[in-house]
């Protein structure tokens, strides 16, 4: 416990920002998801199935990739479980703000072995997935909610 304070310490105050930003987007992403079903937070995601504009600059670009890590380091810390909706939503509130185009992906797939349909969520900004790449793997896409600035 004792090395996470002195890492978080070490960190410039614009990273201890950027890491509060994310925990606040991570708790009311939360806390939305648990109190409103989906089909009411789909409108303030962005627009539906519109083409996203993949022209992001390289300081977009990086400021994107800071985001990501902040929202991966605060998922991983919250005392509640962080699942990839949640941390889709809090990115993307991040990156609008920034004025960062990116959209939600919507996904899902079947697990055979439980026989139940799986869904999964996650960002794209500029040309890569930026948050829930790596398990988006065998999901169909079935939505996109696009923020493009």
Do not use: Y
């Not at 939600?104 to 697990?111: A, P, Q, S």
């Amino acid at each position: 416990m004792f090395d996470l304070i002195k890492k978080f310490i070490r960190l410039s105050p614009n990273q201890h920002l950027m890491l509060m930003e994310a925990f606040v987007g991570l708790f009311f992403s939360k806390l939305a998801l648990l109190i409103f079903p989906l089909k009411k937070i789909a409108p303030r995601l962005g627009i539906l199935n519109q083409e996203l504009n993949k022209s992001i600059t390289t300081l977009q670009a990086k400021k994107a990739e800071e985001i990501r890590l902040a929202v991966a380091r605060v998922a991983r810390f919250v005392p509640w479980r962080s699942v990839c909706m949640d941390q889709a939503t809090a990115g993307l509130m991040m990156l609008s703000r920034r004025k960062i185009p990116a959209s939600i992906c919507l996904g899902v797939k079947k697990d055979t072995q439980q026989n139940k349909l799986l869904a999964h969520a996650w960002i794209l900004c500029g040309n890569r997935i930026l948050i829930g790449g790596k398990q988006s793997r065998g999901f169909k896409l079935v939505s996109t909610f696009v923020r493009n600035h």
